[in-house]
């Protein structure tokens, strides 16, 4: 497994009936497949961020659009960024994400993180629990999925999952690759090194340095080569053959992200936290952007989220063709 270039996709809102959104899907996975992407994303939430929108806003369920995008893709893999532990059983976790893999002839990553966004929790009726049993539920959950993924029969007993003889059949190979997401750098750069073969890195550009240093440390506390596992990051990128464009649809997001905001920061602050995350211009200007300010930290890869324009056809072609060359071996 390798993914060194992903396509997320975050946002449902640009289509005009729920009938058109899913061929929009389609569409996307399908151009990021031609582009060259190896991967590509949903998100496993049940509302939408407070970040890209309102909680009302379209939001398909992940694991349902996974596998319908198997079938309508051919190479590209599939995965979400990333499943809920909180919400997801993690035996049945694991018989989900090999289904897909079958499905999809050895496509599927899973993509797993701990959990955040407690509205939906409230709404669904899930138990959110405090930051400290979210990882303790993810690191007991990570114990039954990777040997049921492996082919084992784990039996478990914790505080917060039990298994007994725990089977996952049918798989066609016993390495589906598990990538966790996140930024923390105790409790979930530890996790992904035990257990991970993927960490998508979710933070400020800025952060970056910092991130690096301390995932190289909690390798070292395992005893893991920092280079066997493998690392991206997630980029709002918003990319247009005229820059002037693509500047002015930043604009616009950060405007809609600051009226929305909830919490009293300052507007500029707020515009300032999210362009750091942020690759905007032309096709040459998004590249060098990705480079100096990702790619020369010693991060492999990065996974784009395009939620301005990347559904406007011929745009995840001008990404692909931009920032493909750049993590190409």
Same mark, same amino acid.
Request: hydrophobic share 40%; with cysteine; charged share 25%.
């Given at each position: 497994?390798?993914?060194?270039?992903?396509?997320?996709?975050?946002?449902?809102?640009?289509?005009?009936?729920?009938?058109?959104?899913? @061929?929009?899907?389609?569409?996307?996975?399908?151009?990021?497949?031609?582009?060259?992407?190896?991967?590509?994303?949903?998100?496993?939430?049940?509302?939408?961020?407070?970040?890209?929108?309102?909680?009302?806003?379209?939001?398909?369920?992940?694991?349902?659009?996974? /596998?319908?995008?198997?079938?309508?893709?051919?190479?590209?893999?599939?995965?979400?960024?990333?499943?809920? #532990?909180?919400?997801?059983?993690?035996?049945?976790?694991?018989?989900?994400?090999?289904?897909?893999?079958?499905?999809?002839?050895?496509?599927?990553?899973?993509?797993?993180?701990?959990?955040?966004?407690?509205?939906?929790?409230? /709404?669904?009726?899930?138990?959110?629990?405090?930051?400290?049993?979210?990882?303790?539920?993810?690191?007991?959950?990570?114990?039954?999925?990777?040997?049921?993924?492996?082919?084992?029969?784990?039996?478990?007993? *914790?505080?917060?999952?039990?298994?007994?003889?725990?089977?996952?059949?049918?798989?066609?190979?016993?390495?589906?690759?598990?990538?966790?997401?996140?930024?923390?750098?105790?409790?979930?750069?530890?996790?992904?090194?035990?257990?991970?073969?993927?960490? #998508?890195?979710?933070? #400020?550009?800025?952060?970056?340095?910092?991130?690096?240093?301390?995932?190289?440390?909690?390798?070292?506390?395992? *005893?893991? %080569?920092?280079?066997?596992?493998?690392?991206?990051?997630?980029?709002?990128?918003?990319?247009?053959?005229?820059?002037?464009?693509?500047?002015?649809?930043? %604009?616009?997001?950060?405007?809609?992200?600051?009226?929305?905001?909830?919490?009293?920061?300052?507007?500029?602050?707020?515009?300032?936290?999210?362009?750091?995350?942020?690759?905007?211009?032309?096709?040459?200007?998004?590249?060098?952007?990705?480079?100096?300010?990702?790619?020369?930290?010693?991060?492999?890869?990065?996974?784009? #989220?395009?939620?301005?324009? /990347?559904?406007?056809?011929?745009?995840?072609?001008?990404?692909?063709?931009?920032?493909? @060359?750049?993590?190409?071996?």
């Amino acid at each position: 497994m390798s993914i060194r270039l992903g396509y997320q996709m975050p946002n449902f809102s640009h289509a005009t009936s729920a009938r058109e959104l899913f @061929p929009s899907v389609i569409a996307q996975a399908r151009a990021a497949e031609a582009a060259g992407f190896d991967a590509a994303f949903v998100m496993d939430h049940f509302y939408q961020l407070p970040v890209l929108g309102t909680p009302d806003e379209p939001m398909l369920e992940a694991y349902t659009a996974l /596998g319908a995008l198997a079938t309508a893709t051919d190479r590209i893999q599939l995965s979400t960024l990333v499943t809920g #532990n909180t919400y997801r059983n993690p035996a049945m976790l694991a018989k989900t994400v090999s289904t897909l893999d079958v499905v999809s002839g050895g496509r599927a990553v899973l993509g797993i993180g701990a959990g955040w966004f407690e509205l939906e929790h409230l /709404g669904y009726g899930y138990e959110f629990g405090s930051f400290t049993e979210r990882f303790q539920r993810l690191e007991e959950a990570l114990q039954i999925i990777q040997p049921m993924l492996r082919g084992q029969r784990p039996t478990f007993d *914790g505080r917060w999952y039990r298994t007994r003889e725990a089977l996952n059949e049918p798989r066609i190979r016993d390495d589906l690759p598990i990538m966790l997401g996140g930024g923390g750098e105790k409790k979930t750069f530890a996790l992904a090194a035990r257990f991970a073969d993927h960490l #998508n890195i979710i933070c #400020n550009a800025s952060e970056l340095p910092a991130k690096v240093d301390a995932l190289h440390r909690r390798c070292e506390e395992v *005893g893991r %080569d920092p280079r066997t596992l493998e690392t991206s990051f997630l980029a709002f990128v918003i990319v247009d053959e005229d820059g002037d464009r693509a500047r002015a649809l930043q %604009d616009e997001l950060l405007r809609k992200q600051a009226a929305q905001d909830s919490s009293g920061l300052p507007v500029q602050s707020l515009r300032d936290g999210q362009a750091d995350r942020q690759f905007v211009g032309t096709p040459d200007d998004v590249a060098e952007q990705i480079q100096r300010r990702v790619l020369d930290h010693g991060i492999d890869g990065v996974i784009v #989220n395009m939620v301005a324009n /990347g559904h406007e056809p011929g745009i995840l072609d001008l990404a692909g063709k931009a920032l493909r @060359p750049l993590v190409t071996a």
